[in-house]
């Protein structure tokens, strides 16, 4: 079993940034992922995609984010990073971190974000 700690959530100004960062583990053992992303859920709406890196680098955001958000993450595919500026009032949900290696799927507990006008 995976386990996805995320940290960097929290409450921000419209305008201002902050970074999510995620990292995989099993057990005592670090785990390499084939994607790594990031998704978000507003209050009463589905949760929504908005960002994956791939092994081999490749990325895609969503168009709401495009040019203001960036994804990263380590070499070993453990860890992601989400660095969001410029934010919006209409970027806070809570951000839950996203796994995939072959075919099982995990997710983080969540982050909340939220941005205040």
């Known amino acids: 079993q995976v386990q996805l700690e995320e940290s960097g959530g929290g409450l921000v100004e419209a305008g201002g940034s902050l970074r999510l960062s995620c990292t995989a583990s099993?057990?005592?053992?670090?785990?390499?992922?084939?994607?790594l992303g990031w998704y978000r859920q507003a209050p009463g709406k589905q949760r929504e995609l908005v960002a994956t890196?791939?092994?081999?680098?490749?990325?895609n955001y969503a168009d709401a984010v495009k040019g203001r958000f960036t994804i990263s993450r380590t070499s070993a595919m453990t860890t992601s990073f989400l660095q969001m500026n410029n934010l919006k009032p209409e970027d806070t949900a809570v951000y839950y971190c996203?796994?995939?290696?072959?075919?099982?799927?995990?997710w983080g507990q969540g982050t909340q974000v939220t941005v205040s006008s």
């Open positions: 996203y796994f995939a290696r072959d075919s099982l799927v995990y």
């Open positions: 099993m057990g005592y053992n670090s785990v390499r992922a084939n994607v």
């Open positions: 890196v791939t092994r081999g680098g490749s990325t």
